[in-house]
């Protein structure tokens, strides 16, 4: 359950720090972020920790496709 605090932790760090940088690099630190938090998905520590990170990879997806950071 921790590694998977610290994991959330890190990407929701990545996906903020996204809303500051511009264009390639947003969607690279997006891209990451999601990545993480896939990581989580493959073995959650809880139902209530794997619906969070699906909430939280809904919004990058949505942020990705709609181009909100480019």
């Known amino acids: 359950m921790?590694?998977?605090?610290v994991t959330f932790a890190n990407a929701d760090c990545l996906r903020l720090r996204a809303a500051a940088v511009g264009?390639?690099?947003r969607r690279e630190m997006l891209e990451?972020?999601?990545?993480s938090y896939l990581t989580?998905?493959?073995?959650p520590s809880s139902g209530d920790m794997k619906e969070?990170?699906?909430k939280m990879v809904e919004v990058i997806d949505q942020e990705?496709?709609?181009?909100?950071?480019n």
């Open 52 to 54: 969070t990170v699906e």
């Open 2 to 5: 921790l590694e998977d605090k």
């Open 32 to 35: 990451q972020a999601r990545k």
């Open 40 to 43: 989580i998905l493959q073995n």
């Open 64 to 69: 990705l496709k709609k181009g909100i950071f």
């Open 23 to 25: 264009g390639k690099r």
